[in-house]
């Protein structure tokens, strides 16, 4: 368990930094300071996966998650203008988003583990990004979920009116444009964690003298 601890802690710091930084909007509000730090989950654990395993990796990901549910209830007692600091739906579709699609990374990368060394990190982490975004932004600000809680301030409604998309396009619903931005820099740190992917896994893994 002790060769665990590195990944542990920096899972935990990954997970607190983004749930601090999504409370700080950038670019519009299209974005937070939050989604330029979370997709660094995905690096976490694939390197765990790589050196150690997918039960290694697992572990990790299941103290990320207890820490993220930690900070979504201290933010739920947190109240603000409008609110809660964290809505219960928001609770919910980041805890499920995290643990499905971590648990979807590990897989995807046990299954590519054996080709190049940039295959599996890289699309595990595309394929898992993709499902991270749209379970969280779908239960946290979809009118689908409108109903999941009676409690006014679960609904978001501010997150369902229709805008330009991306400021720019057709009309749609703001969750979309905030999904898509997302995913957008999940896929562009998806391609810059592979830097240091390569550098980390080769000094944890080259032998000892």
């Not at 330029?36 to 150690?52: E, G, K, W």
């Not at 395993?53 to 900070?71: E, F, M, S, W």
């Not at 975004?133 to 409108?146: D, G, H, M, P, W």
């Not at 820099?185 to 830097?195: C, E, F, G, H, R």
């Amino acid at each position: 368990m002790t060769k665990l601890i590195p990944g542990v802690i920096a899972m935990a710091i990954v997970v607190v930094a983004s749930n601090i930084l999504v409370q700080f909007l950038i670019f519009g509000g299209m974005l937070t300071w939050g989604a330029f730090t979370y997709p660094l989950a995905f690096l976490v654990t694939d390197i765990m996966n790589r050196v150690y395993g997918a039960t290694a990796a697992r572990k990790v990901v299941y103290v990320g998650l207890i820490v993220g549910i930690t900070c979504s209830l201290i933010g739920s007692q947190i109240m603000l203008e409008y609110g809660p600091a964290v809505a219960l739906r928001v609770a919910i579709g980041s805890a499920s988003a995290f643990l499905v699609a971590q648990l979807l990374d590990i897989a995807v990368f046990n299954r590519l583990r054996a080709g190049s060394w940039w295959k599996a990190p890289l699309v595990s982490t595309i394929i898992s990004s993709i499902v991270d975004t749209v379970i969280f932004f779908s239960i946290a600000f979809s009118s689908l979920f409108n109903g999941f809680s009676a409690m006014a301030a679960d609904q978001i409604i501010w997150a369902q009116d229709a805008v330009p998309f991306l400021n720019a396009g057709p009309v749609a619903p703001l969750w979309v444009s905030l999904a898509v931005a997302d995913w957008g820099v999940k896929m562009a740190i998806a391609l810059i964690a592979l830097v240091p992917f390569r550098i980390i896994i080769g000094r944890m893994t080259q032998p000892t003298t």
